[in-house]
Nanobody, 128 residues
Framework: QLQLVESGGGLVQPGGSLKLSCAAS????????IGWFRQAPGKEREGVSY????????NYADSVKGRFTISRDNARNTVYLQMNSLKPEDTGIYYC?????????????????????WGQGTQVTVSS
């Protein structure tokens, strides 16, 4: 059973930066593709970013392109989300999720139903 634990959230002023981590443990024999999602109060969960098993393929939601960078360190079983130029609309709970469904749809659709394991989330608040 794969477990995912997010960390790195917090309160930051607009224009600031945060770096989230997603650490995997448990059954990590297979490398998983990882997606980052977020959910603001009263809104549906939305996809933010995706990274393939090797890290060679990434994808970003239009709302975060040019500001967020996803990366991974497979030796540490950890995926990172560097978030720069944060805006109040980036506020929400950020979740990482893992999938073994290596398809174009998984990379491009940000469909939560294609992911198998989820972390508990970390709160990000962007406010002055």
């Amino acid at each position: 059973q794969l477990q995912l634990v997010e960390s790195g959230g917090g309160l930051v002023q607009p224009g600031g930066s945060l770096k989230l981590s997603c650490a995997a443990s448990g059954f990590t024999k297979d490398y998983y593709a990882i997606g980052w999602f977020r959910q603001a109060p009263g809104k549906e969960r939305e996809g933010v970013s995706y990274i393939s098993t090797s890290g060679g393929s990434t994808n970003y939601a239009d709302s975060v392109k040019g500001r967020f960078t996803i990366s991974r360190d497979n030796a540490r079983n950890t995926v990172y989300l560097q978030m720069n130029s944060l805006k109040p609309e980036d506020t929400g709970i950020y979740y990482c999720a893992a999938t073994l469904k290596f398809t174009i749809a998984t990379m491009t659709s940000f469909n939560p139903g294609l992911y198998d394991s989820w972390g508990q989330g970390t709160q990000v608040t962007v406010s002055s």
